[in-house]
């Protein structure tokens, strides 16, 4: 199993290893840097070690703050996904990790402001104690640099002085021999063999790491206040049961792939929040649209601005406006990369499924496609079984569809049921002998309980022996993990074998 994960997660591992690398190194030799550079020599005498300490973690600091934003550029992103010369197999899947670097990235940065911090509070701890009165010998002369015409300080603790970090200038170096005049610093005299030593502050560099960066995540943010300053045409209304609202809209040159997403903001209900919804249309069809289910403030507040949540439907020109923007890649745009791909959903997160499904429903209808993906496990856990009702009509369409097309080998899909009550319970057995499911009226059985995993996954390596299989997930994170260590147990440790790929869609 672990040479598996390995196989698996190898790449995933170079580029953490890549980014420890980048940063040890930096950090090292930055440190080294300000231990033994000879114009920090006088620093040192009153800092000690610390000053390395806050330098070699400022420059991890510039490097993390650098690469915080790309992880969150997600028109860089996309753009990257789409561009498959440069972007095929195992690279793509590093683009699903972007909101887990975008965090070891932060935690870099974390890790390194609290070294910074303390390190520089050491050091002004260290620059008031060299103020004191009590402070004799090298220490005494350093901090009392600056206190006369014609020289520079070294402790920046007086008035209107704030930079921290000085060393001494390269003109004083040339004139000033540090080895030979720093044990006569009681002789230091500008005109002696041993002049005054002059300091300056470094030149601050922090915005050129950070430069490029904050260009194109404005730039981002240009694009995003472009969009939203289209229109966007709500065609259709539905309001489903269990609190789902499906929304139909259009908007020129709106152009999307299955699986993708979009972020959607209402200025009625706030002018700053935006949430990403997964598309449920498909490319095919000459409108995009979205499923919204009250799961919290903002969700609620839209259901009920929309006449949703029990209300009277609203008219057409009552309706409030929505900004749109995107779409953006996401994991399920992999899908057809496949020879064979496994869908799982919990829940809600069917609905990234829905635009899949539909796409493979129109491509089937078209005879001149040609699909590299040749068969689809398409898996639905869900707690409420009324919560079946709006997606069960795609799933009948489908099958009718694949009956008709004489591809019924091409889609296998397993309904589970999670939840119910005793009357529910009843009325399933009266009628289980019946050709169609008692609630989601299709040919193929609900199952009742949750699946067992072993043998699912046991069963689709046996159906594909040598095959690359994608797996796809949009659902709660524990099952994600079961998931996960599936595919692992699963996929062969020979190259010919049998391989289970792990994509779980994020936003």
Same mark, same amino acid.
């Given at each position: 199993m672990m040479g598996c994960w390995i #196989?698996?997660?190898?790449?995933?591992?170079?580029?953490?290893?890549?980014?420890?690398?980048?940063?040890?190194?930096?950090?090292?030799?930055?440190?080294?840097?300000?231990?033994?550079?000879?114009?920090?020599?006088? /620093? $040192?005498?009153? #800092?000690?070690?610390?000053? !390395?300490?806050? $330098? !070699?973690?400022?420059?991890?600091?510039?490097?993390?703050?650098?690469?915080i934003l790309l992880p969150i550029s997600r028109n860089l992103i996309s753009f990257v996904r789409g561009t498959s010369i440069c972007c095929r197999g195992p690279w793509r899947r590093q683009l699903d990790k972007n909101l887990k670097f975008h965090k070891l990235v932060a935690y870099g940065i974390a890790v390194n402001a609290t070294i910074h911090i303390v390190a520089h509070l050491f050091n002004l701890e260290r620059y008031h104690l060299s103020q004191r009165e009590e402070a004799?010998?090298?220490?005494?002369?350093?901090?009392?640099?600056?206190?006369?015409?014609?020289?520079?300080? #070294?402790?920046?603790?007086r008035t209107f002085h704030t930079r921290i970090v000085r060393g001494q200038t390269p003109e004083s170096l040339s004139l000033h021999n540090v080895t030979f005049c720093r044990d006569r610093y009681a002789e230091w005299q500008p005109a002696a063999q041993c002049p005054v030593p002059q300091f300056s502050g470094k030149e601050p560099s922090a915005w050129k790491w950070v430069l490029g960066p904050v260009v194109l995540y404005a730039c981002e943010r240009i694009i995003r206040f472009w969009r939203f300053q289209q229109e966007v045409v709500i065609t259709k209304v539905v309001s489903h049961p269990s609190g789902v609202l499906e929304l139909h809209m259009k908007k020129r040159g709106f152009k999307m792939a299955p699986g993708q997403y979009i972020l959607v903001q209402c200025p009625a209900i706030s002018s700053l929040e935006w949430h990403p919804f997964t598309l449920t249309s498909a490319p095919q069809e000459d409108f995009f649209s979205v499923h919204v289910r009250a799961a919290? =403030?903002? /969700? $609620?507040?839209?259901?009920?601005?929309?006449?949703?949540?029990? +209300?009277a439907p609203k008219e057409p020109w009552s309706l409030p406006r929505l900004a749109v923007d995107g779409p953006f890649g996401a994991t399920l745009t992999d899908v057809f990369h496949y020879p064979v791909s496994v869908c799982i959903a919990a829940g809600i997160g069917v609905t990234p499924f829905a635009a899949l499904l539909k796409s493979i429903w129109y491509q089937c209808c078209d005879s001149q496609t040609q699909?590299?993906?040749?068969k689809v496990y398409f898996y639905w856990i869900c707690r409420d079984a009324s !919560?079946?009702?709006?997606?069960? =009509?795609?799933?009948?369409?489908?099958?009718?569809?694949?009956?008709? +097309?004489?591809?019924?080998?091409?889609?296998?899909?397993h309904i589970f049921l999670t939840g119910w009550d005793e009357? +529910?319970?009843?009325?399933?057995?009266?009628?289980w =002998?019946?050709?169609? =499911?008692?609630?989601?009226? #299709?040919? +193929?059985?609900?199952?009742?309980g949750r699946p067992?995993?072993?043998?699912?996954?046991? $069963?689709?390596?046996?159906?594909?022996?040598?095959?690359?299989i994608g797996v796809f997930f949009c659902g709660p994170k524990a099952l994600s993990k079961t998931l996960q260590r599936m595919c692992h147990l699963y996929s062969s440790a020979d190259p010919r074998g049998v391989h289970f790929y792990y994509n779980k869609e994020s936003f």
């Open positions: #196989l698996h997660e190898g790449l995933t591992i170079i580029l953490v290893l890549s980014w420890l690398g980048v940063n040890l190194y930096l950090f090292i030799d930055t440190f080294c840097w300000y231990e033994e550079e000879e114009s920090f020599h006088y /620093t $040192r005498a009153i #800092l000690g070690s610390t000053l !390395a300490w806050a $330098r !070699a973690s400022a420059l991890c600091l510039n490097f993390n703050c650098m690469l004799e010998g090298l220490l005494a002369a350093l901090s009392k640099l600056g206190n006369t015409p014609n020289e520079t300080y #070294l402790n920046p603790i919290g =403030d903002w /969700t $609620r507040a839209l259901l009920k601005a929309f006449g949703a949540d029990g +209300q699909l590299k993906l040749s !919560a079946f009702e709006w997606f069960a =009509d795609l799933l009948l369409s489908l099958e009718t569809r694949m009956s008709e +097309q004489g591809k019924t080998h091409f889609l296998s899909y009357n +529910q319970a009843i009325h399933i057995a009266l009628h =002998d019946e050709n169609t =499911d008692v609630i989601t009226g #299709l040919k +193929q059985k609900t199952f009742y067992h995993w072993n043998n699912e996954f046991k $069963r689709i390596a046996y159906n594909h022996p040598g095959s690359s």
